[in-house]
């Protein structure tokens, strides 16, 4: 299992970005997909799981980040809006098979206020 997350980057206050996490040796829409995130001297942080469709989100980000797969791509995605500074984090994608956690590299989002 291989996890490629990508799409980090630097974003102002209120702006809207994309990450991407392109999967191998899984099929993401029949696998729960998970994002996390950590930010510096934090502990790493559940922001957004899928599962056949269904999705689930803590209230720090409810209404405005969303999960979402494309099954043909074989990718999870996490759209990022409105984002704020306390959303600064090294954002990882995840999943877990037979018991095992796969992380993918993580990618750096950091908002300017």
């Known amino acids: 299992v291989q996890l490629q997350a990508s799409g980090g980057g630097l974003v102002q206050t209120g702006g809207s970005l994309r990450l991407s996490c392109a999967a191998s040796g899984i099929v993401v829409g029949v696998r729960t997909m998970g994002w996390y995130r950590q930010a510096p001297g934090k502990q790493r942080e559940l922001v957004a799981t899928?599962?056949?469709?269904?999705?689930i989100y803590p209230q720090s980000v409810r209404g405005r980040f969303a999960i979402s797969t494309d099954n043909a791509k074989n990718t999870v995605y996490l759209q990022m809006n409105n984002v704020k500074p306390e959303d600064t984090a090294v954002y990882h994608c995840?999943?877990?098979?037979?018991?095992?956690?796969?992380w993918g590299q993580g990618t750096l989002v950091t908002v300017s206020s």
């Open positions: 995840n999943t877990a098979v037979l018991g095992r956690d796969y």
């Open positions: 899928i599962a056949r469709g269904v999705t």
